[in-house]
């Protein structure tokens, strides 16, 4: 058998499922509630109601005799300790090929690990929890914090219905979502960090990711009406403090404001949201003064779930438009001037049989303004012809022979890429030639 072959590593996953052993001790919100990974997910990262719900109160709720408490006196404040630690890790291992190699790069590259993440995920006390990443990244050979969600939660009655709310201290604007339809736990749930991906995204999808902080609040009336606020500043980790702005490419002047409404119907054997989200945001590239580009993004979600026996079907979309002034990256001559756009649209199936075994199909389009100074050429990066659009799906079949590991496949297929289907970079290189192969062993402890 070749060593370059995916087949290789299909049979390293084979033998590693079944060398792995079943874990004494579930993940710490598991172990903090007293139910399996099941009873809050279809499969992780996607939420059933159970888990929109414990997220929704700061990822508090927990089983009996699982902490040790003191009631306060009166000049005392109460001791709330858990009896264990809410610590967990998941380790991933992956093998990404593309249909044409990177020039001069070695195809299907195998990353153990691709990466690793420690969590402290579960309550701090009565009405305060946490789902904390710090997750170790082959690539850059060191540890640096991920997705970071710390929560203060609780409820009330308002006109004798229930009103849950909350305040959220988070790193990544969605992250704070109860649902998959949108960017920080949307489809696809696992991505390789090897394969060419698209130049144009809109700000919301991901690129403040890990880069900013945010303090906001949110609230749910009667499990139907849900309204969520938070406001960012830019948080440049592992750059030198007060930051200069020489960094990075986006630093917030000002806030970045970014709001979420959302409706749900939930019955006995189903779930409908239909909700819409959006940012506001003001930076100046490499700088933290001087003229500056704005961004202002806003759409539509939906995500709709159905029990089918012991099976569950989703349905989830989303559509994202970005209005542009790019005036700052026009001064510095790295895009034109007048105004710009960009339409990003998602949509994807999921059927999950059991919990054991899901596969998905989604379809995405990202399409925009034409700009050759934005989207220059370059080879397999660039664009060609200035352009923005690249369209394509993503197909993946999930298998967790137990709910400690996730082995998954997943294909891109692009029909269009940085602008083009044939020669979209200027350098001979096909929209098809980034078609994309991940294999993914993923061990959850």
């Known amino acids: 058998m070749r060593r370059d072959s995916p087949i290789f590593l299909v049979a390293i996953l084979s033998v590693a499922s079944a060398l792995v052993p079943n874990a004494n001790a579930l993940p710490s919100y598991a172990r903090q509630t007293g139910l399996p990974c099941s009873g809050c997910h279809t499969t992780a990262p996607e939420l059933n109601n159970a888990g929109r719900q414990f997220k929704l109160l700061g990822y508090t709720d927990r089983a009996q005799n699982t902490s040790i408490t ?5 000049r005392r404040a109460s001791l709330n300790l858990l009896e264990n630690l809410p610590l967990s890790v998941f380790l991933e291992t992956s093998m990404t090929g593309t249909k044409v190699p990177q020039p001069g790069t070695q195809n299907w590259n195998f990353e153990f690990p691709q990466d690793v993440s420690l969590f402290l995920a579960g309550a701090w006390a009565t009405h305060v929890g946490s789902f904390l990443q710090i997750t170790y990244d082959a690539q850059s050979d060191h540890f640096s914090i991920d997705n970071t969600d710390i929560r203060y939660a609780n409820k009330t009655k308002v006109g004798g219905k229930e009103l849950d709310y909350g305040l959220t201290l988070n790193n990544n604007p969605t992250l704070e979502d109860l649902w998959n339809a949108t960017p920080a736990w949307g489809y696809p749930f696992v991505a390789n960090d090897a394969a060419p991906g698209p130049s144009a995204s809109p700000i919301i999808n991901g690129l403040l ?17 849900y309204f969520a606020g938070t406001v960012y500043r830019s948080d440049h980790i592992g750059d030198t403090q007060p930051t200069t702005g020489a960094c990075c490419s986006n630093t917030i002047r000002g806030v970045a404001p970014y709001w979420r409404a959302a409706f749900q119907q939930t019955g006995s054997t189903a779930n409908l949201e239909i909700g819409a989200y959006g940012i506001h945001m003001k930076s100046t590239p490499g700088a933290v003064t001087g003229p500056e580009n704005s961004y202002t993004d806003f759409g539509p979600d939906v995500d709709y779930e159905r029990t089918i026996g012991k099976d569950v079907l989703s349905v989830r979309g989303s559509y994202v438009r970005e209005n542009a002034a790019l005036v700052a990256s026009a001064v510095n001559g790295s895009a034109s001037s007048g105004p710009h756009h960009l339409n990003a649209s998602n949509a994807n199936v999921e059927y999950h049989f059991g919990n054991r ?15 050759p100074l934005l ?34 496949v997943q294909y891109t297929n692009y029909t269009r890429f940085n602008g083009g289907s044939t020669d979209y970079d200027g350098s001979g290189r096909a929209a098809g030639d980034n078609n994309t192969v991940y294999l993914l062993a993923r061990f959850v402890f």
């Open 70 to 74: 003191t009631d306060p006196g009166t």
């Open 209 to 225: 990711a890990a880069d900013v902080a945010g303090l906001g609040g949110y609230a749910m009336y009667d499990q139907h009406a």
């Open 357 to 371: 075994l899901s596969g998905a199909v989604g379809w995405f389009l990202t399409d925009g303004t034409n700009d």
């Open 375 to 408: 989207y220059a050429p370059a080879a397999v990066s660039g664009s060609a012809n200035g352009g923005a659009r690249s369209e394509g799906f993503i197909s993946n079949v999930s298998y967790w022979p137990f709910q400690n590991l996730d082995l998954a």
